[in-house]
């Protein structure tokens, strides 16, 4: 299930994961940065590719969708200690 964010909010990537850590959210990115894009949040739900599905019917040309700090995905990596 999915929302529409009314008011057209306009923040990066981390802020909007920041604003809504349990949910999946849909935005329209202004720029092409892959570290931090900036654009404007249109829906937010509880599902990715209901979301992503989303996307693609609509016309989101920059569409991305941003995962909830607390759905963040790990890559994993090395720890070293000293």
Same mark, same amino acid.
């Given at each position: ?7 057209? #909010? /306009? ?7 920041? /604003?809504?850590? &349990?949910? =999946? ?17 249109? =829906?937010?739900? &509880?599902? *990715?590719?209901? $979301? *992503?599905?989303? #996307? +693609?019917? $609509?016309?989101?040309? *920059?569409? $991305?969708? +941003?995962?909830? $700090?607390?759905? #963040? /995905? ?9």
């Amino acid at each position: 299930m999915y929302n529409l964010i009314e008011g057209n #909010q /306009r923040m990066s990537m981390h802020e909007a994961s920041e /604003r809504y850590p &349990d949910s =999946y959210i849909l935005m329209q990115r202004d720029n092409s940065d892959i570290f931090d894009p900036v654009g404007i949040l249109l =829906y937010v739900g &509880d599902n *990715f590719d209901e $979301l *992503f599905d989303l #996307q +693609v019917d $609509l016309p989101v040309p *920059f569409g $991305l969708v +941003v995962e909830g $700090l607390n759905h #963040q /995905r790990s890559l994993g990596g090395i720890v070293v200690g000293g």
